[in-house]
C-alpha cells in the first residue's frame, strides 16, 4: 500500500496500480526500456494490473516478460469497460496509468490518475481526466516510488 495523505484531499490508501499497455508501457508492441524494472519494483506495495486491447498483438510476449495476465479489453466500448475495471476494484484505491482516448474514464474514475506523455503522443481526453501529467512512464514509476512529489503537486 502506498498513503498519501494530500492537504486539500485528505488521506488516500492506494492499494491498486492499473496501467493501459500499449502507447504507456510499451510502443508499438515493445515494453519501452526501464518500464519492466520500474513496474515490477512497485510490486511489493501495490497490486499491479495491466489493462490492453492489444492493438500490436504482442502482449502475450509482454505478459511473459513481466509475468502478469494482462486483462483483454474487447474493440468498442474500451474507455467504458477501463473506467469499470477500475471502479470494481475500489476506485477510491486505484492508482490509473494512461495516455490514448480510451483511458480517461479510468484516469477519472481512479484515486488518483496520472496521464503520460508518451511518443505515440496524449489524447486530450485523458489529459484532462488525470490528476497529474508527467512526461514518460518512467516518471510516473518514480512518484509512486516518491509519494511526498504526488503529495506535493496535488496539494491544495
Excluded: C
Amino acid at each position: 500500500m502506498i498513503e498519501l495523505n494530500i492537504p486539500g484531499r485528505g488521506l488516500i490508501q492506494l492499494n491498486h496500480l492499473v496501467s493501459d499497455v500499449n502507447g504507456t508501457l510499451a510502443l508499438d508492441g515493445q515494453l519501452l526500456e526501464g518500464a519492466p524494472k520500474a513496474l515490477l519494483a512497485l510490486g511489493d506495495r501495490l497490486q499491479l494490473h495491466l489493462l490492453t486491447a492489444d492493438t500490436h498483438g504482442r502482449q502475450a510476449q509482454i505478459d511473459e516478460r513481466l509475468g502478469l495476465q494482462a486483462v483483454r479489453i474487447p474493440p468498442g466500448g474500451e474507455a467504458e469497460a477501463k473506467a469499470a475495471y477500475v471502479h470494481d476494484l475500489g476506485a477510491e484505491n486505484v492508482v490509473a496509468l494512461g495516455q490514448g482516448a480510451n483511458d480517461a474514464g479510468m484516469l477519472h474514475e481512479a484515486a488518483i490518475g496520472i496521464a503520460v506523455a508518451s511518443i505515440e503522443g496524449l489524447a486530450i481526453e485523458s489529459l484532462t481526466s488525470a490528476d497529474v501529467v508527467v512526461p514518460d512512464i518512467i516518471a510516473a514509476f518514480e512518484l509512486l516510488e516518491h509519494p511526498t512529489r504526488l503529495v506535493a503537486t496535488l496539494r491544495r
